[in-house]
Protein backbone atom coordinates (compact mmCIF):
# COMPACT_ATOMS: atom_id res chain seq x y z
CA UNK A 1 0.00 0.00 0.00
CA UNK A 2 1.40 3.43 -0.86
CA UNK A 3 1.43 5.72 1.79
CA UNK A 4 3.50 9.49 2.98
CA UNK A 5 3.26 9.77 6.71
CA UNK A 6 4.07 12.89 8.01
CA UNK A 7 5.40 13.73 11.43
CA UNK A 8 7.28 16.28 13.74
CA UNK A 9 3.90 18.67 14.37
CA UNK A 10 3.03 20.02 17.58
CA UNK A 11 3.16 23.48 19.55
CA UNK A 12 6.01 25.78 18.47
CA UNK A 13 7.10 28.79 20.19
CA UNK A 14 6.89 32.14 18.08
CA UNK A 15 10.73 32.37 16.87
CA UNK A 16 11.28 28.77 17.41
CA UNK A 17 11.85 26.19 15.02
CA UNK A 18 9.76 22.94 14.24
CA UNK A 19 10.90 20.18 11.53
CA UNK A 20 8.39 18.16 9.79
CA UNK A 21 8.94 14.56 8.17
CA UNK A 22 7.37 12.87 5.17
CA UNK A 23 8.34 9.55 4.85
CA UNK A 24 6.83 6.90 2.11
CA UNK A 25 5.61 3.47 2.60
CA UNK A 26 5.23 0.79 -0.09
CA UNK A 27 7.39 3.29 -2.95
CA UNK A 28 10.17 4.95 -3.16
CA UNK A 29 10.23 8.48 -3.02
CA UNK A 30 13.02 9.17 -5.51
CA UNK A 31 11.38 9.10 -8.47
CA UNK A 32 8.59 12.15 -7.27
CA UNK A 33 8.72 15.30 -6.86
CA UNK A 34 7.32 16.31 -3.37
CA UNK A 35 5.11 19.47 -2.03
CA UNK A 36 4.52 20.62 1.46
CA UNK A 37 1.17 22.13 1.83
CA UNK A 38 -0.94 23.37 4.73
CA UNK A 39 -4.24 24.51 5.22
CA UNK A 40 -5.27 26.86 8.97
CA UNK A 41 -8.93 26.79 9.64
CA UNK A 42 -11.22 29.04 7.70
CA UNK A 43 -8.43 28.94 4.68
CA UNK A 44 -7.19 27.58 1.02
CA UNK A 45 -4.62 25.36 1.36
CA UNK A 46 -1.63 26.54 -0.07
CA UNK A 47 1.37 25.23 -1.44
CA UNK A 48 4.25 25.77 1.16
CA UNK A 49 7.21 24.26 -0.35
CA UNK A 50 8.22 21.83 -3.22
CA UNK A 51 11.34 19.84 -4.17
CA UNK A 52 11.82 17.86 -7.52
CA UNK A 53 12.86 14.27 -7.30
CA UNK A 54 16.53 14.64 -7.30
CA UNK A 55 16.61 17.83 -5.23
CA UNK A 56 17.71 19.90 -7.56
CA UNK A 57 15.03 22.18 -7.69
CA UNK A 58 13.26 23.51 -4.57
CA UNK A 59 10.46 26.68 -4.35
CA UNK A 60 9.17 28.22 -1.02
CA UNK A 61 5.65 30.13 -0.99
CA UNK A 62 6.70 33.95 0.37
CA UNK A 63 5.54 34.30 3.30
CA UNK A 64 7.51 31.23 4.24
CA UNK A 65 10.98 32.71 2.06
CA UNK A 66 13.99 32.65 4.55
CA UNK A 67 12.45 31.15 7.49
CA UNK A 68 11.33 27.44 5.72
CA UNK A 69 13.94 24.71 4.30
CA UNK A 70 12.86 21.66 2.22
CA UNK A 71 15.44 18.72 1.94
CA UNK A 72 14.73 15.45 1.07
CA UNK A 73 17.06 12.11 1.92
CA UNK A 74 16.25 9.43 -0.86
CA UNK A 75 18.23 7.22 0.96
CA UNK A 76 15.93 7.51 4.03
CA UNK A 77 12.56 7.55 1.46
CA UNK A 78 12.04 10.80 3.14
CA UNK A 79 11.93 14.82 3.04
CA UNK A 80 11.89 17.22 5.40
CA UNK A 81 10.62 20.80 5.70
CA UNK A 82 12.32 23.07 8.39
CA UNK A 83 11.03 25.46 9.83
CA UNK A 84 12.12 28.36 11.25
CA UNK A 85 11.22 31.67 13.10
CA UNK A 86 7.90 30.76 13.54
CA UNK A 87 4.72 32.83 13.54
CA UNK A 88 1.64 32.32 14.72
CA UNK A 89 0.34 32.43 10.89
CA UNK A 90 2.10 29.41 10.36
CA UNK A 91 -0.21 27.45 12.11
CA UNK A 92 -2.10 24.81 10.32
CA UNK A 93 -2.33 21.13 9.09
CA UNK A 94 0.52 20.58 7.04
CA UNK A 95 0.11 17.80 4.27
CA UNK A 96 3.00 16.33 2.46
CA UNK A 97 2.22 15.04 -1.64
CA UNK A 98 4.11 13.07 -3.99
CA UNK A 99 3.97 13.85 -8.09
CA UNK A 100 5.42 11.44 -10.46
CA UNK A 101 5.56 14.72 -12.73
CA UNK A 102 8.04 17.27 -12.94
CA UNK A 103 5.75 19.65 -10.85
CA UNK A 104 7.59 21.32 -8.57
CA UNK A 105 9.99 23.42 -11.88
CA UNK A 106 6.75 23.83 -13.18
CA UNK A 107 5.12 25.33 -10.00
CA UNK A 108 2.29 23.13 -10.68
CA UNK A 109 0.07 21.08 -7.96
CA UNK A 110 -1.01 18.28 -9.33
CA UNK A 111 -0.02 15.80 -7.17
CA UNK A 112 -0.58 11.75 -7.13
CA UNK A 113 -0.43 10.93 -3.45
CA UNK A 114 -1.45 12.39 -0.25
CA UNK A 115 -0.70 12.26 3.71
CA UNK A 116 -2.80 12.80 6.58
CA UNK A 117 -1.20 15.87 7.48
CA UNK A 118 0.21 16.36 10.90
CA UNK A 119 -0.85 19.74 13.25
CA UNK A 120 1.61 22.63 13.92
CA UNK A 121 0.13 25.29 16.29
CA UNK A 122 2.52 28.07 17.03
CA UNK A 123 1.42 29.79 20.49
CA UNK A 124 3.16 31.29 23.28
Known amino acids: QLQLVESGGGLGQPGGSLRLSCAASGFSLDAYDIGWFRQAPGKERERVSC????????NLADSVKGRFTISRDNAKNTVYLQMNSLKPEDTAVYYC?????????????????WGQGTRVTVSS
Open 51 to 58: ISSRGGNT
Open 97 to 113: AASGDSVCVYSLDEYDY
